[in-house]
């Protein structure tokens, strides 16, 4: 009799399964150890990542302002400059001070009707953050009078016809998959708007060892053009001779017009002065 009543009391524990409960905004589950918040307006329980001021990011409407931020957030070097007592210090000074001839730029500037505008996001997975990336966007599409021209991702790690699944409204969509070498971790996606003459270029999309480059021209009209181009660097790859050969030659056809060039070239520019590699990239990209 204990025996069968200890069997079924397991077995009938072993058959109860967690609740899963999704975050309404980033639509991923919220497990036992997520911090959780409940949004103030709408009453739904989010990821804490997923809210500003108790208020998810649905809801979440910033500040009515004609600039993007009252107070020079983008210099987070300046601060902490002079506090420290080693050589970091310096080069803490050093990027703090390039950071300080930033200026505001007015949202209508740069989201205008007018005039062209990017924004890049490296989205780490198309598949798993494609819904974080959707919300994440129409949060800071509050207040402009136009949604940037162009969206440039990295490690996007779609394959074959994966892409078809993932547009946004009044976007094309171009696409470079996954490199066929890497199981993730590559992968590149312009959004252009709809109504703007974008052409991807085969002369700047390289798929190398080293990196891969996703480009196209914006017709200007008069026979000008803009080139617009999303890098990824591969952490590891190929050797760093053939890396900035290519690199070089690419950012040399690029820049024949005006250019624009969105990415991550997982390069820490810290170490500057101490790595012959980022003094080798630093030229390459950074000339006049």
């Known amino acids: 009799f204990f025996f069968f009543f200890f069997f079924f009391f397991f077995h009938f524990l072993s058959c109860q399964q967690p609740a899963v409960i999704p975050c309404?905004?980033?639509?991923?589950?919220?497990?036992?150890?997520?911090?959780?918040?409940?949004?103030s307006k709408c009453d739904s329980v989010v990821h804490d990542t997923c809210s500003t001021n108790s208020t998810?990011?649905?809801?979440?409407?910033?500040?009515?302002?004609?600039?993007?931020d009252s107070s020079p957030t983008f210099n987070p070097y300046s601060p902490?400059?002079?506090?420290?007592?080693?050589?970091?210090?310096?080069?803490?000074?050093?990027?703090?001070?390039?950071?300080?001839?930033?200026?505001y730029v007015d949202k209508l500037q740069t989201c205008g009707t007018n005039r062209l505008s990017a924004v890049f996001y490296n989205i780490d997975g198309v598949k798993s953050n494609f819904n974080e990336f959707c919300v994440r966007r129409a949060s800071l599409s509050h207040g402009y009078d136009s949604d940037p021209s162009f969206y440039f991702l990295c490690e996007t790690n779609l394959k074959y016809s994966e892409g078809k699944f993932y547009s946004l409204p009044g976007y094309t969509a171009h696409h470079?998959?996954?490199s066929t070498t890497k199981s993730k971790g590559s992968g590149l996606t312009i959004y252009s708007k709809e109504n703007l003459p974008f052409t991807r270029c085969s002369n700047l999309t390289v798929e190398c060892a080293g990196f891969q480059s996703l480009g196209g021209k914006l017709d200007l009209g008069g026979g000008n053009h803009v080139n617009l181009l999303?890098?990824?660097?591969?952490?590891?790859?190929?050797?760093?001779?053939?890396?900035?050969d290519t690199l070089s030659k690419l950012l040399d056809r690029a820049c024949s017009t005006q250019c624009v060039i969105g990415g991550d070239f997982?390069?820490?520019?810290?170490?500057?002065?101490?790595s012959k590699v980022v003094g080798r990239y630093f030229p390459v990209l950074c000339v006049d």
Do not use: A
């Open 266 to 274: 997982n390069f820490d520019l810290f170490n500057l002065d101490s």
């Open 56 to 68: 998810c990011l649905g809801c979440y409407t910033p500040p009515n302002t004609n600039k993007f």
């Open 80 to 103: 902490l400059t002079g506090t420290l007592h080693d050589d970091s210090n310096d080069k803490l000074i050093s990027i703090s001070s390039i950071l300080d001839n930033c200026v």
């Open 230 to 244: 999303v890098i990824y660097r591969y952490h590891r790859g190929c050797s760093h001779d053939e890396l900035f």
């Open 24 to 39: 309404s905004c980033c639509n991923k589950t919220i497990s036992g150890l997520s911090t959780v918040v409940r949004c």
């Open 176 to 178: 470079l998959l996954n």
